[in-house]
């Protein structure tokens, strides 16, 4: 656990079980997730998280750039390993839900969106790092609406404007008497609540994980005095637990992002919602 104060602000490392100074346990919270400016500029405030996410663009670009830059018909073992990630989303998200013809084009997209989200999730089990950004919730709305636009732009393009209004409202004659309120509550669920949805889905896993990492990582220091050793056992085992699901579980939400937003297009290419 990092002791920058600017994220755990109410932590102290003298503060233990049953010692002299009968602390309580400092539980994080909010403050978990402020960080004070490394920089100002005109203003402008750069703080670590923004550092994180700004190297983890950095990272995937290089990567790739990297890897495909100088692509060989035998493939290095960087290229190697770019062309399965490449490849894991281009045939398990993209072409399983757009088809390969329709999928082609968006699958460029769909792979930095997937590798970006990764990324940005994994820092929370990095030495130093130890945040992962998309809890922050600014981060997964601009995902989301870029997302939310491209669906937005492709209905237009491919439906026209009384198409589009159709595909976001389920317009269905057979649906009958019903038909007015279905078309209001996918409207509503369609043009307002998708977008919050695919965001907030995204940032309450990792607003959660960070949370339960932080209170295991706090509560093995904090428990370790005296005949509460044990118990700080207990509770260094669950932060060991909690990263290893973690890790599962970034990757997971990275994988449900882009399938989403997979789905969203198709919803948009389809000729009926």
């Known amino acids: 656990m990092s002791a ?8 102290s ?30 203003g402008f405030e ?18 790739f750039w990297a890897a495909f830059g100088k692509a060989k018909v035998v493939p290095g073992k960087l290229q190697m390993i770019g062309e399965a990630g490449y490849d894991f989303v281009r045939r398990g998200i993209v072409y399983e839900t757009l088809g390969k013809r329709e999928g082609e084009k968006y699958v460029p997209l769909m792979v930095s969106l997937f590798f970006f989200i990764w ?17 922050i919730i600014a981060y997964p709305m601009v995902l989301a609406a870029i997302v939310y636009i491209t669906w937005v732009a492709l209905t237009f393009k491919r439906h026209g404007f009384i198409g589009f209004f159709k595909n976001v409202t389920g317009y269905d004659k057979s649906l009958g008497a019903v038909l007015p309120l279905v078309m209001v509550i996918e409207f509503f669920s369609n043009l307002l609540v ?36 044990p118990a700080a056992g207990v509770s260094f085992v669950m932060t060991v637990v909690m990263i290893l699901f973690e890790l599962f579980v970034q990757a997971v939400q990275a994988y449900v992002f882009v399938l989403l937003a997979c789905s969203y297009i198709q919803g948009a290419l389809a000729e009926h919602h």
């Open 13 to 42: 490392w003298d503060c233990r079980i049953l010692s002299d100074n009968g602390c309580g346990f400092p539980a994080p919270g909010l403050h978990s997730f402020l960080f004070k400016p490394i920089a100002t500029v005109g």
């Open 119 to 135: 990324i940005m999730n994994i820092w929370s089990v990095i030495p130093l790092a130890q945040f992962p950004v998309s809890s």
């Open 46 to 63: 750069f703080n670590k998280v923004m550092l994180l996410a700004l190297i983890t663009t950095v990272l995937v670009i290089g990567f």
């Open 194 to 229: 998708r977008p919050f949805t695919h965001a907030v889905r995204l940032f309450a896993n990792m607003f959660a994980g960070h949370l339960m990492l932080v209170m295991f990582t706090v509560a093995s220091w904090y428990l370790l005095n005296g005949v509460m050793i």
């Open 4 to 11: 920058d104060q600017t994220q755990l602000a109410s932590f």
